[in-house]
């Protein structure tokens, strides 16, 4: 089984390459936002638990993040593989996630980073605001936020995978074609 993390910061590419990626290899897609606003929309007992802290402006517990993950797994069990965008965000939830996929008989296979300066993803954002209507990409202040945070927050997840030897950088400039096809020379190395 084939299991991505495909790792960047905001603006570098990842719903672009992703979506090559899943055509290529025939992967499922697990996008955390996704999962949490179809459990939500579902009135789950999960998405009722998750929207209870959402209503509050806290933070979804990462015990409830993993249980959703599960039942979206075991809906594809007899998938190829997987990539999990939005997740993992910390070393906490990098650690989860390989408990979960051990007790699932599969393991992470890679993590992608896609490599790009500050001053291109700003540019990337601001480019992509004007044709996507994403108010969070058109606010300078609010894209230097976000790459803080991921900075900050999400950047040290590579440690986790590079002391297990599944990080693998990748330039994250150029045409799309080149990335993806940089993309697809990672993969079928492993």
């Known amino acids: ?25 025939g992967l499922v897609h697990l996008s955390t936002g996704d999962i ?6 579902g009135e789950t007992e999960l998405g009722n638990l998750a929207k209870s802290y959402m209503d509050k402006g806290l933070l979804v517990p990462d015990e409830v993040t993993i249980n959703m993950l599960r039942a979206e797994v075991l809906k594809h ?43 291109e993803l700003k540019d990337r954002l601001l480019k992509r605001a004007a044709f996507s209507g994403r108010a969070d990409d058109a606010d300078p202040k609010i894209i230097e936020n976000r790459i803080a945070v991921y900075n900050q927050e999400t950047a040290p997840v590579k440690s986790f995978y590079m002391s297990q030897n599944k990080f693998i950088s990748i330039d994250g400039l150029g045409t799309i074609d080149e990335i993806t096809l ?9």
Do not use: H, W
């Open 182 to 190: 940089r993309l697809n020379q990672a993969i079928d190395s492993l």
């Open 77 to 119: 069990s007899a998938c190829k593989g997987f990539i999990f965008d939005g997740f993992p965000r910390t070393q906490a939830q990098a650690a989860a996630l390989d408990q979960l996929l051990i007790e699932l008989g599969t393991s992470i296979s890679v993590m992608l980073a896609l490599e790009v300066e500050e001053e």
């Open 1 to 25: 089984m084939l299991n991505i993390v495909l790792f960047g910061p905001p603006g570098a590419g990842k719903g672009t390459q992703s979506e090559r990626l899943i055509e290529k290899y």
């Open 36 to 41: 949490f606003r179809a459990n939500i929309k």
